[in-house]
Nanobody, 115 residues
Framework: QVQLVGSGGGLVQLGGSLRLSCAAS????????MGWYRQAPGKQRELVVT???????NYADSVKGRFTISRDVTKNTVYLQMNSLKPQDTAVYYC?????????WGQGTQVTVSS
């Protein structure tokens, strides 16, 4: 129903910043909820942050105050600004778009934080 292309991961030192992007193949206003999830080695995928079509956000406690989700509706793109990164933020980050009961995933982008 929607294709997602994520980008922006990389290697950064403790305390550094990265910005992830997720471009959708349709208007993000037509998507009920967009967001980011992450999966660290040996762990389950977990929610990082979501944003509804109306703009309401929901952050995981572990990233509150450090990560910010935003969107550019003209580009159908959602961004994740990550500041004050910690080694425990190391994971593959997946963009997600939920339309009704359908979950659509991007390809994942690696974020590695070195200490």
């Amino acid at each position: 129903q929607v294709q997602l292309v994520g980008s922006g991961g990389g290697l950064v030192q403790l305390g550094g910043s990265l910005r992830l992007s997720c471009a959708a193949s349709r208007s993000i206003f037509s998507i009920d909820v967009m967001g980011w999830y992450r999966q660290a080695p040996g762990k389950q995928r977990e929610l990082v942050v979501t944003i509804t079509s109306g703009g309401s956000t929901n952050y995981a406690d572990s990233v509150k105050g450090r990560f910010t989700i935003s969107r550019d509706v003209t580009k159908n793109t959602v961004y994740l600004q990550m500041n004050s990164l910690k080694p425990q933020d190391t994971a593959v980050y997946y963009c997600n778009a939920r339309i009704g009961t359908s979950y659509n995933w991007g390809q994942g982008t690696q974020v590695t934080v070195s200490s």
